[in-house]
């Protein structure tokens, strides 16, 4: 895991062993593997944002909720792209 780009932190040192270099491997996998929030203002973040399947996008610039909100498509975490965002309607029938 620890080749996985973007890292939102370091992998933790090497020197730290036993149960609290194992409790915070744990906790470096789960705050590594939450979703990355980016905020974009155009009319699609396709071929403007990269990121990892599964990352959310928020449309500053929009005065539309039905294209607020995008989610980056493609299987569990899965290779780093800048194509596929998809927008999450809210509230329509």
Do not use: C, Y
């Amino acid at each position: 895991m620890p080749g996985v780009w973007p890292r939102k932190l370091p992998f933790p040192p090497s020197t730290v062993t036993g149960p609290l270099g194992a409790w915070l491997f744990e906790l470096w996998k789960h705050v590594e593997s939450q979703p990355n929030v980016s905020l974009f203002s155009a009319v699609t973040p396709n071929s403007l944002l990269t990121g990892l399947s599964g990352d959310l996008a928020v449309n500053v610039g929009s005065a539309s909720t039905n294209t607020r909100l995008w989610v980056l498509g493609g299987g569990q975490r899965s290779a780093l792209t800048n194509q596929g965002w998809v927008t999450i309607a809210i509230g329509l029938p």
